[in-house]
C-alpha cells in the first residue's frame, strides 16, 4: 500500500500500540480504566494491519488511503506522549515494577490521578480515528463496488456491439443465399430450355452455395463460442460483487459492534470514575492521618552538655547532670576521659590538674564550680 510517504511511519504507529498493549496486559494491578483501554489498540493494530495489505486501483482509491494515512498520523503524538508517560513510571508501574515501599506509593497515587484524564483522552483518539477510518473504508469498497460495475456494464455493451456485428454479417450471407436462390431459379428455368449449355454454372453455383454455407457454420460457432466466454465472465463478475458485497455487510456490523461496545465503555467509565473517586478520598485521608502521626514523633534528643579541652588537644561532650558538681566532675575526668590509664591519670587520681574557663581564662576550682556550671560551660 501507498501514502505518498514512508510506510515506517505507520509501522511506527503499530510499534506503539503493540508497546502501550503489553504494557497494559502486564500491568496486573492496574485500575479498571486501565484495563478498559486493552482492547482498543488490539482493534486499532489489527484494522491498520488490514489497511496495509490494500492496493488501491484507482485515483480515488488512492486518495482514500491518503486520507487513512493522515488519520493515522494524527494519532502519533497522543500514542508517543502515553508511551513516554508509562516509560518514566517504569519503577512503580506494570511488569518493571521494583518495589511496594511507601516512598511509591505518592507515585503510584499521582499516576492514578493524573494518568485517567490521559487514558479517558487516548481512548477517545483511539476511537474516533477508528471509526473514521472505517468510515473511509467504507466508502472505498462502495466506490470499488461501482467501478467493478461500471466495468461489467461496459463489457456487457461491447459483447452487445460484438452480437450485432455478426448478425449484420449474417444478414449479409443470407441476403447473398437469397440472390444466389434467385438466380437458381432463373438457372432452373434456363436449364429446361438448355440444360447441357448451362450444366457448368450451376455447378459454379452450387459451390458458391456450399462455401456460404460452410462460412455461415463457422460464423455460428464462433458466436457460440464467445456467448459462453462472456456468460463466464458475467458469473465470475456477480460473484466478485457477491463478495465485496459480504465484506461491506460484516464491515458495517463491526461498525454497529463499535458503536455498542462505545455506549456501554462511557457507562461503565462513569461508575469507574465515581468508585475511583471514593477510594482516593479514603486513601488521601488515611494518609494525612499517616502524615500526621509520622510528624508526631521526635526526630532527636538534646542534651546539655559540658565541653571540655583535655590537655593532650581533645575535645569531650560531658553530660551536664553528671558534672553538677566538683566531686563528679572528677569522677567524669578519672573514670571517661582518663580512664584505662591514658596518660596523666595519676595528675587527676592525686588531683594534680588545674581547670580554667576557656573563654574567660578564669580560674575555677571546687569552690567556684557550681556557681559557674551550666548548659555549653567550656572549660579546659
Excluded at 73 to 86: D, I
Excluded at 282 to 303: G, N, S, V, W, Y
Amino acid at each position: 500500500m501507498s501514502f505518498g510517504y514512508a510506510v515506517g511511519d505507520v509501522i511506527a504507529i503499530l510499534g506503539l500500540f503493540e508497546r502501550i498493549a503489553i504494557e497494559l496486559r502486564n500491568y496486573k494491578d492496574a485500575p479498571m480504566h486501565f484495563k478498559r483501554l486493552c482492547a482498543e489498540p488490539d482493534l486499532v493494530r489489527s484494522t491498520l494491519k488490514h489497511v496495509l495489505i490494500l492496493e488501491p486501483e484507482s485515483p480515488a482509491e488512492r486518495q482514500t488511503l491518503e486520507k487513512v494515512r493522515a488519520i493515522i498520523m494524527h494519532c502519533r503524538q497522543p500514542l508517543q506522549s502515553m508511551a513516554e508517560k508509562m516509560r518514566a513510571k517504569e519503577s512503580s508501574l506494570g511488569h518493571f515494577k521494583t518495589t511496594r515501599s511507601l516512598s511509591s506509593i505518592g507515585t503510584r497515587l499521582h499516576w492514578s490521578m493524573i494518568a485517567q484524564g490521559d487514558v479517558e483522552e487516548l481512548r477517545k483518539t483511539i476511537m474516533s480515528q477508528m471509526a473514521a477510518i472505517n468510515i473511509l473504508l467504507s466508502v472505498q469498497q462502495m466506490n470499488h463496488i461501482d467501478h467493478i460495475a461500471l466495468q461489467s456494464r461496459n463489457i456487457g455493451t461491447s459483447q452487445s456491439l460484438m452480437v450485432e456485428k455478426h448478425a449484420n454479417a449474417i444478414a449479409g450471407h443470407a441476403s447473398n443465399i437469397l440472390t444466389i436462390t434467385s438466380r437458381t431459379q432463373s438457372a432452373i428455368d434456363a436449364l429446361a430450355v438448355d440444360a447441357g449449355t448451362n450444366a457448368e454454372a450451376q455447378s459454379k453455383q452450387a459451390n458458391t452455395i456450399n462455401k456460404n454455407l460452410n462460412a455461415i457454420e463457422k460464423t455460428m460457432l464462433g458466436l457460440a463460442r464467445k456467448t459462453e466466454n462472456t456468460t463466464a465472465m458475467v458469473r465470475r463478475q456477480a460473484a466478485f460483487l457477491s463478495r465485496h458485497a459480504k465484506i461491506l455487510f460484516r464491515l458495517m456490523q463491526d461498525l454497529k459492534e463499535l458503536f455498542k461496545l462505545l455506549t456501554r465503555c462511557s457507562k461503565e467509565m462513569l461508575q469507574a470514575i465515581s468508585r475511583n473517586t471514593c477510594m482516593l478520598l479514603d486513601i488521601t485521608a488515611q494518609l494525612k492521618h499517616i502524615i500526621r502521626a509520622i510528624e508526631a514523633i521526635p526526630l532527636h534528643l538534646t542534651l546539655d552538655i559540658v565541653r571540655l579541652d583535655d590537655a593532650h588537644g581533645e575535645s569531650w561532650a560531658l553530660p551536664l547532670q553528671a558534672c553538677t558538681t566538683w566531686e563528679s566532675f572528677n569522677d567524669m575526668l578519672q573514670f571517661v576521659v582518663y580512664a584505662n590509664n591514658r596518660p596523666g591519670v595519676d595528675y587527676i587520681t592525686h588531683n594534680l590538674f588545674d581547670v580554667s574557663n576557656a573563654k574567660t581564662g578564669k580560674h575555677v576550682d571546687q569552690n567556684t564550680w557550681e556557681m559557674s556550671v551550666k548548659p555549653g560551660f567550656h572549660v579546659e
